[in-house]
Structures are given as C-alpha cells and as structure tokens.
C-alpha cells in the first residue's frame, strides 16, 4: 500500500528537551524570540536531543511500527506526528485527522459513568456530538461492557478501562491512528478482537502506528518498523 | 492569525460543550446539595459580615440594608474568585490529556469560567429575591448591569488565561493564587464603599478593575444614575488590549505545554 501518497512527513527533525525542574529561561525565551526573530537551536548544559536528523515518509494506508529500547524516542515521534508539542529544527507535515489511543487516565474523568466518557473521549478526539450518538452502541457493543456502562468508571478494572478505551479510539474516524504500548493489557480474547479491528482498519487505507515492545506482535501488523535507538533511526525493515 | 484561531475555537465548540457539561456533571454528581452550592458562597459570606459589622464591630457602611450592600459586591466578587480558582489549575490538572492529543487547550480555562458563570446567574436571580425582600425598587438603570457584566468576564477570562497558562510553567502562581486573592478582596470594595476612602486612595478604581466594576454596579442599580460613558468606554478598550494580549500570550506558552507541563 506504500505507492500511496505520503500522509504524513518528517524533513530533518531534531528535538530538544530540558532535564531541569524548572524552566527558568524556555518562557522568557520564547517571549524574547518573538522580538528577535531568532530560535535558539543550541543545547545548553541541561538540555539534550530526544530525535536527531529524523528523516520519515508515511504513504496513507500504511501500518507502521516504531521499536527500540526505552527512551529511543518512540513516543516523541508520535507525540510530533499528533500535533501536541513542536520540532526544535526541521518540518513535519501530518495530514487528517489523528486519534491517538488515551492511556489510561488520560481521556476519562473517574467520577462519570462510562456511558458520559464515552462523549468526553469522543470529543476530545474530535468527533461531533451527534456523531458519537450515532455510534455509541457500537462503541459499547465492541467493548462487551454493556453492563457496567452506566457506572462511574472509577469502579472498572484497568481491563475495562481499556476496552472502552480502545473501543471509542477505534471507532473515532480517523485517518492516523496512533496506538502506544496499549494493546498488552487485555485478556487473549479481547487482543484478538483488536487485531481484527486493526486489520479492518488497514484494509480500509487508514494509517496505523504502533508503538510497543512485542516484536512479533509488531511484525504481525506493520508494513515497515522503524528500529530507533539513541534518538536516532538506526534502521528500517519491510515487512512482506 | 487571532481570526484563525477564534474559527478554530468555533469548529471544536462541541467539544467546548462537553467540558462544560463534563465539569459541571463533575462537580454536582456526589453532592447532596447539588446546585445550592452556588448560592452558599456569597450567601454565608453576606451573613458573617453581616453579623459582624452589626454585633461585634457596629459599622456605618451605607444606607442601604448591609446585607443587600454586601451581597452586591459579593456576586461579581465571587464569579472573579471562583472563576480563577477553576481556571489556573484547569491545564495542570489535565496533563496527561495535554502530553497526548491535540484540542483547543483554552477550552479547559473557558470551561472553568462557564461553570462560574452559571453559579454567578443563579446567585444573581438570589438578589433580586433579596432586593425584593428589603423592598428596593429596582430602576431602570439597572440595564447598565449588563455592559458591567460584560466588562467583569472580559477581565475575568484575561486574568485567567494569564495565570493559568503561567502555571503550567511555574507552579508557584497556583500557591500564590490564594494569598494573592485574599489581598485582592480587601482592595476591592466589597466590605466597603470607595466613598468613605480618602481621596489619595481612589487610584484603586482605575488600577483594580474590579473595583470599578462593583462601585459602578451600586451607582446603577440603588441610585439610580446611569454610568459614565468615558469611563466605561475606556475600561472596555483597556479590558479589550489585555484580553488580546493575554490571549497572544497563552497562544504562545501553549507551544511548549506539552514539554513542561
């Protein structure tokens, strides 16, 4: 599927991050660079690059895995490809809508009913209100919590949690998927139900991309993996 | 780019919609008293003072009945505190949302600020009760309430938008917030009336919009008078510049929210 045209691009990306606790200088930085047309593309003592010289192409339809030892910088790169923080140097083009899987504890409110967190998750991920009505029983059904769908959801086990999780991430229309490290809660039976859904997912040209360390689950799913160590594309694989 | 962003915000209103509904179904889900809490806050307050200035420290402080005096100055006093109290920790509060997806971050203060704002209605309905039950005719010039209102969440939703994204940074703006507030009530004249201050000390009614925005609601509403025009025009102007800036600023430490939260 990679003859598609490329959904999503990263042109010579580098990324710094602090190690300090506070940011004494990063605010008054940036206020100043507004000022002075220029950006600080330096690292100073505490800080360090979390990717360096990243050069990726993603074709629309295309299943990718990222795999590397913690700290490789798998997560930045989904974090850049998502929209929620921003390369020091170089340009990333990412186009469509982008569902990223919440973890847990990010999307749902504990004190609401599964059934309210459906709408929350649903919004934050960008679907309109009468859309996520037109799907709630869908979304309800795949994730088999039927009867536990109007309890606060602070009662759930991290199991349901994941499944409704899973369940709205999956059925939010999207074009770019991202999914990190999630799919190893689940029981057997509830992963093979979302490799299904992520299969039907690819066959409907949507883009994929996973994040985890099972090498044979990835391999089983993804197109390519890119194998990324010390901030760094070390290598690539096709998978065929 | 400030119409950009303002059509972004239009396109994502549903989601502004739930955090709204989501932060008010929060807040009332486990509370026996549900939305009676609005009311209690300038309620109870309004009955200490009351009490006090009557029994313990007897005090002229206006020709009105204290409890209407007070309660006046407490409803917009009120939706500023609560408002803020909402808004600061709103982006802290909701990191792990930040670090993983993008959405309009200014919709976790906004929400913060309506919640307030319907606690501020209800309160306000309260009022009338009270101005009904002290028998105070209300006059007409009690429609200059609504520019006044309009001023109050101008300034309200710039303080916020300033200290919360501030917050994000520095954490100690969420610690000094409550120092900072209990020093801003007693320079605002809740407890008193700027008449009884003396003459040097009036410059805290162009420095404290607050105060400005409660003194002009009593003119308005018990005596009678309409509001100055040029006054008010530039408080608008004045409370304009700094939303916008207060917005252009949030916009820009919003960039690295996801890094530092």
């Not at chain 1, 029983?137 to 991290?158: A, C, G, R, T």
């Not at chain 2, 972004?8 to 008010?24: N, Q, V």
Request: net charge positive; with cysteine.
């Amino acid at each position: 599927m990679s003859s598609n045209a490329p959904i999503i691009e990263f042109k010579n990306i580098w990324k710094k991050y602090s190690r300090s606790r506070i940011f004494h200088k990063s605010l008054r930085e940036d206020i100043a660079n507004i000022f002075q047309f220029k950006k600080n593309k330096d690292l100073s003592s505490d800080e360090f690059w979390a990717l360096k010289k990243i050069n990726l192409t993603i074709a629309q339809g295309e299943t990718l895995g990222f795999y590397g030892p913690n700290g490789a910088g798998k997560s930045t790169i989904l974090k850049l490809i998502a929209g929620v923080t921003y390369p020091t140097k170089g340009t990333i083009k990412a186009e469509g809508r982008i569902a990223p899987l919440l973890e847990i504890g990010a999307g749902f409110h504990k004190d609401l009913t599964g059934r309210e967190n459906i709408f929350i998750n649903g919004a934050i991920l960008g679907m309109k209100i009468p859309e996520i009505k037109n799907l709630l029983d869908l979304i309800i059904d795949f994730s088999e919590i039927q009867e536990f769908i109007d309890m606060p959801v602070k009662k759930y086990s991290s199991g349901m949690y994941l499944r409704l999780a899973f369940s709205i991430a999956i059925h939010s229309q999207a074009d770019i998927y991202l999914i990190d490290e999630i799919i190893a809660v689940g029981d057997e039976d509830f992963k093979r139900k979302c490799l299904a859904k992520m299969n039907e997912l690819k066959t409907k040209g949507k883009t994929l991309l996973l994040v985890t360390h099972d090498l044979s689950l990835m391999q089983q799913l993804a197109d390519r993996i890119i194998f990324l160590n010390k901030s760094e594309i070390s290598h690539q694989e096709e998978i065929l | 780019m400030l119409l950009a962003e303002l059509k972004d915000i239009i396109r994502c209103k549903d989601l502004l919609l739930i955090f709204i509904w989501k932060e008010f179904s929060v807040r009332y889900n486990q509370a026996v008293f549900g939305i009676a809490w609005a009311i209690i806050q300038p309620l109870s307050f309004m009955l200490v003072f009351t009490f006090i200035f009557t029994y313990v420290i007897p005090t002229h402080v206006s020709n009105l009945p204290r409890p209407v005096f007070f309660y006046s100055g407490l409803l917009p006093w009120t939706f500023f505190l609560s408002s803020l109290n909402y808004s600061v920790p709103s982006l802290t509060n909701h990191h792990n949302l930040i670090k993983k997806i993008k959405f309009p971050r200014i919709f976790l203060p906004l929400s913060g600020i309506a919640v307030a704002f319907v606690d501020f209605l209800i309160a306000g309905i309260i009022f009338a009760g009270i101005l009904f039950f002290y028998k105070i005719p209300i006059p007409l010039t009690a429609l200059f309430c609504v520019p006044l209102t309009i001023l109050l969440i101008l300034f309200t939703v710039s303080f916020s938008l300033l200290l919360c994204s501030i917050n994000v940074y520095y954490r100690d703006v969420g610690l000094a917030i409550a120092t900072l507030l209990r020093l801003w009530f007693f320079a605002t004249p809740i407890l008193y009336s700027l008449d009884n201050l003396p003459e040097r000390f009036k410059i805290i009614t162009f420095l404290n919009p607050l105060a400005y925005i409660i003194k002009n609601l009593r003119i308005c509403l018990f005596l009678g008078k309409p509001i100055n025009v040029t006054e008010y025009l530039s408080m608008l102007i004045a409370g304009t510049i700094f939303l916008i800036m207060s917005f252009a600023f949030f916009k820009i430490a919003e960039r690295k929210f996801a890094d530092v939260i």
